[in-house]
């Protein structure tokens, strides 16, 4: 018997991604149940890479016939798929059928002459389409359908929620309207390919690969965009050319430490992307960091981009007995791909998103309550991050009873030889085919999640626990950060570690009032009269609704809403029950 969850069809993009067959672009979603396996994360990432490979970005003049448009493009081959969309402009995506496509319209692009100024004769794939004869095209013309990239305004999304059913379906809709579009997911992909072109000018085989939020399935429109310089193809050989009595190796400059190498490649990169990047712009070059960075704005795409390179590599001794083993065995010396941490916590992350419905959707509602009460920040600081909360949301489900998540370590047991993954010492394995996963048969509601999550973190004993999804177990705290979230694979690094105790006590203080909101009979249910706001609106929008912040309302201190919450669940009528209800 399949719980109900299990029923719900993956909205958006993650459906396309998650499916193995290939659907027709726009198709309808079903709502049954996906019985199609499952595609694993390095599959999505590989088919995204390709994909964005044969697309192009197209600046176009406001009014455009999109029939004209396209035929005068189909001249280079056929189109796969495109869309438009406004940023300062109109602008269009197109997914040719073949990569030479692209070729053949850049060998029929010229550089702009522009008057006084110069241009940098730089040749991408971002181009701009003007109008031979302005005056004649343009009149009458429709305007295009243009795709939204941004997320919907406060308003229109607390309305939205006023609307639901109940509490559930709040939490689905404001999953829908959040998460990333299939059109937003293509943009971010060739945004990245469009950086890689101007990196592939030093390192012609580097790659250019997103992780975080917008490869994890917990993105939320208009959240940055992490990448990473991968340039580890570059030292890759066949075991076949490193076959015989010679070795040939690059005369290369040697720097001392990884550190160093990250730090001048990605100063150069950063150069490059400021002087000859189209569209990139606010290039800041944030190099001293613990993890150096290039950070800027593609303008076109409005992408904030944070790009970081690969200062953790397999191990030279591992990699050496790597080497060695696939010698014996007679495999390829080198592994096809090589994960880096933050890759395999995106892979980690994605797969626990795919597993059940109820997981993005707590996921998204957690982390947009934390930005309304500005819990989250876009700028770092002393608070809780999207990640941490992430973390502690896979935490809780694991805690759930029969678990709604398996732990880490029990997804180390599912993975196979090809699954082994270590990297710099740390054991990085888990099991990448998703459809190895069982089901839970758990089958709580959304509501009963959420309030129980207020709950469960409202009362956990930070000052001496620390949360691990590795064990899904509560652990005891090796040292004493206010907040401890155990980092899934470097599991001697605090992953929240920058808390302060005023901000975790902050994160308290509401998960409680946000409880005491959801028990109230009249918060959570749709009012009568319609306007009231109820259930998840109540707690994620009272700017909106109130004029105040749910921290700065009146009401009980925050140790006598615990009680009260203690006292409603003792009593007669106590919510235990809710299992189940909608
Ligand atoms: N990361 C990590 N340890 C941290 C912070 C980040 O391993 N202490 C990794 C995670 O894989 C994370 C990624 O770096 O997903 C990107 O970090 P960040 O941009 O802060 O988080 P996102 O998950 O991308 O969320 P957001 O939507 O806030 O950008
Ligand atoms: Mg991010």
């Not at 229109?156 to 809709?173: G, H, I, P, R, S």
């Not at 001794?317 to 890759?343: H, K, N, T």
Request: hydrophobic share 35%.
């Amino acid at each position: 018997q399949r719980p109900v969850h299990r029923l719900l069809s993956y909205p958006g993009t993650v459906a396309a991604d998650l499916r193995r067959e290939e659907q027709p672009a726009g198709s309808a979603e079903t709502g049954s149940e996906d019985r199609t396996p499952k595609k694993r994360f390095c599959e999505v990432q590989n088919e995204r890479r390709e994909q964005a490979q044969r697309t192009v970005l197209i600046h176009c003049p406001s009014k455009i016939s999109e029939k004209r448009f396209l035929k005068y493009l189909s001249q280079h081959g056929p189109i796969n798929n495109h869309f438009f969309y406004e940023s300062f402009g109109l602008y269009a995506v197109v997914e040719f059928h073949q990569k030479e496509s692209v070729a053949s319209l850049q060998s029929v692009t010229r550089t702009p002459s522009l008057g006084a100024e110069a241009a940098i004769p730089f040749r991408s794939r971002y181009f701009s389409l003007k109008l031979k004869n302005p005056s004649n095209q343009t009149s009458g013309q429709p305007s295009v359908q243009c795709s939204n990239q941004s997320s919907p305004a406060s308003r229109k999304l607390f309305d939205l929620l006023c609307c639901a059913e109940n509490v559930d379906d709040q939490l689905n809709t404001l999953t829908k309207e959040l998460q990333l579009t299939e059109e937003n997911t293509r943009l971010r992909h060739l945004t990245c390919s469009l950086i890689e072109d101007v990196a592939a000018a030093y390192f012609p085989d580097c790659a250019i690969r997103p992780f975080g939020s917008s490869v994890n399935s917990f993105g939320k429109l208009g959240c940055d965009l992490d990448m990473f310089l991968d340039l580890d193809d570059i030292g890759k050989f066949s075991a076949h050319k490193a076959s015989g009595n010679f070795l040939m190796e690059f005369q290369v400059k040697n720097v001392p430490s990884e550190r160093i190498a990250s730090q001048k490649i990605l100063s150069v990169i950063g150069e490059c992307l400021d002087h000859f990047g189209p569209g990139c712009v606010g290039v800041q070059k944030i190099l001293n960091a613990r993890c150096p960075l290039v950070r800027f704005s593609h303008q076109a795409s409005g992408f904030q981009c944070d790009l970081t390179t690969n200062n953790r590599k397999i191990g030279d001794r591992l990699e050496a007995q790597f080497r060695l083993l696939c010698r014996v065995v007679g495999l390829d010396a080198y592994s096809p791909d090589r994960f880096w941490i933050a890759l395999r916590s995106s892979e980690l992350l994605y797969i626990y998103g795919a597993l059940d419905s109820r997981v993005r959707a707590l996921v998204f509602t957690v982390r947009c309550w934390a930005r309304a009460h500005s819990l989250t920040s876009s700028i770092p600081g002393a608070w809780i991050t999207n990640f941490s909360l992430t973390i502690m949301v896979i935490f809780f489900l694991q805690r759930r009873s029969p678990p709604i998540l398996p732990t880490l370590d029990y997804l180390k047991t599912l993975a196979d030889a090809e699954d082994k993954c270590i990297i710099e010492g740390h054991n990085c394995t888990f099991v990448r085919d998703l459809n190895k996963i069982k089901p839970s048969g758990n089958t709580e509601t959304l509501e009963l999640l959420l309030k129980e999550f207020f709950e469960y973190f409202g009362n956990f004993a930070f000052n001496k626990n620390s949360i691990n999804i590795r064990q899904g177990k509560e652990q005891n705290k090796p040292e004493s950060s206010p907040l401890h979230i155990q980092n899934p694979f470097e599991t001697s690094l605090n992953i929240s570690k920058n808390v302060s105790q005023s901000q975790l006590q902050k994160f308290i203080d509401l998960a409680r009032e946000s409880a005491w909101i959801l028990h109230q009979e009249d918060k959570g249910h749709p009012s009568p009269s319609g306007n009231q706001p109820w259930g998840l609106a109540a707690l994620l929008l009272p700017s909106v609704a109130n004029g105040v912040s749910l921290a700065k309302k009146k009401k009980p201190a925050s140790e006598r809403i615990k009680n009260l919450l203690e006292s409603i669940k003792s009593g007669p009528e106590n919510s235990t029950n809710t299992n189940g209800k909608r």
